[in-house]
């Protein structure tokens, strides 16, 4: 007796992209364990050899229960994803573009322009395909890609560049008022703690700080010479900030006894320009620039000058610590997971020619 078919997943493509999509189809399955199929063109798993290549296309084409086409610079000139798209349109198959690898949204052409997608840029972005895939399919998968992002950084850095290529670092601290709310040896857990994740090596700078290098990431000790109530500076390169919202609670639950009530808890950080971006000085400039609807005040928190969504920020032209830097320092619950919306606040900005 013949086994019923999987459910079929078309992931259309370049093949000059096989390798990118193929970790995604990999990174899939294995964490699905096999319950439905990925279609991928350029894949030897899909299509073996000696079999009629585009019999087998049609075939998966009419057997699909979803198509994702993947709109990069390679496939934005091959016809075969206009064809297998079209085809799969046609049959009234739900297809969904996801613009990467340095392609958004707006570039696509007709008739793709017509159709629902997203770009691939966050931790949300790729767990939108594994969504999408539940609700076609009536699945219910729980979050399949933040040990994706860790383990591909270097892919996942590619679709990052048109978001944070004029960022220069992100900053952020650790502070507390209370000695006994952190663990004698914080520094050692924190070096364990990330050497077990990623890797990590440690020294002093010239001053005598202590600092971890792991993954990206720039851990200082200040405790060890600076004043005042952080103790831990963290420098993070921007095409990791994924990485590291993923996994800051636990950061500060291996260094601290007690930080406060998770949900009552926020922490500052700074995003820092590169050269290339300019800032206005002064507030009334900014304010007026931009749409009370989107940006909000808060007359409970008036040191902070404008909010978005759940993110609350100041921005200023310069920072006599960093060279007078332009930045953007922002104010979000320590417990969030992702910088989506201070990335999408950053974009904001620059549609409104704010920076």
């Not at 860790?150 to 004029?166: C, H, P, R, T, V």
Request: proline content about 4%; aromatic content about 14%; overall charge negative.
């Amino acid at each position: 007796m013949n086994k019923p078919a999987k459910a079929n997943i078309f992931f259309s493509h370049s093949s000059r992209d096989s390798e990118f999509v193929g970790k995604i189809r990999s990174h899939i399955i294995r964490k699905t364990g096999g319950a439905f199929d990925i279609f991928q063109s350029s894949d030897g798993s899909s299509i073996r050899l000696g079999t009629n290549w585009l019999k087998k296309i049609e075939d998966a084409l009419e057997s699909c229960t979803i198509m994702f086409v993947f709109i990069t610079k390679n496939s934005m000139s091959s016809p075969w994803i206009y064809f297998e798209s079209g085809h799969a349109y046609s049959r009234k198959i739900q297809v969904i573009p996801i613009a990467c690898m340095g392609c958004t949204m707006e570039d696509l052409r007709p008739p793709l322009t017509f159709l629902q997608g997203f770009n691939l840029n966050t931790i949300e972005s790729f767990e939108n395909i594994m969504a999408e895939i539940n609700k076609s399919l009536d699945l219910h998968f729980q979050s399949t890609f933040n040990d994706f992002l860790i383990d591909d950084s270097a892919i996942y850095a590619q679709n990052k560049e048109n978001d944070l290529g004029f960022i220069d670092t992100f900053t952020t601290e650790l502070y507390t008022k209370d000695p006994q709310s952190i663990h004698e040896d914080y520094w050692d857990r924190l070096y364990k703690y990330l050497n077990d994740k990623w890797g990590a090596s440690r020294n002093e700078d010239n001053v005598g700080n202590n600092r971890i290098f792991s993954k990206g990431c720039k851990f200082t000790d200040h405790r060890t010479n600076v004043q005042g109530d952080s103790f831990i500076r963290i420098e993070i390169d921007p095409y990791i900030i994924d990485n590291f919202f993923a996994v800051q609670s636990e950061i500060i639950d291996t260094v601290c006894i007690k930080y406060g009530e998770p949900r009552k808890t926020y922490i500052w950080a700074s995003a820092y320009f590169d050269d290339s971006i300019n800032v206005p000085s002064d507030v009334h400039y900014i304010s007026g620039r931009l749409p009370e609807d989107i940006f909000t005040k808060d007359s409970n928190r008036p040191h902070i000058n404008f909010w978005y969504k759940n993110i609350g920020f100041n921005i200023s032209a310069n920072d006599g610590f960093r060279q007078k830097k332009a930045h953007f320092n922002f104010l979000a619950k320590y417990c969030d997971t992702s910088p989506f919306p201070v990335r999408e606040a950053i974009r904001e900005l620059r549609k409104y020619k704010i920076i």
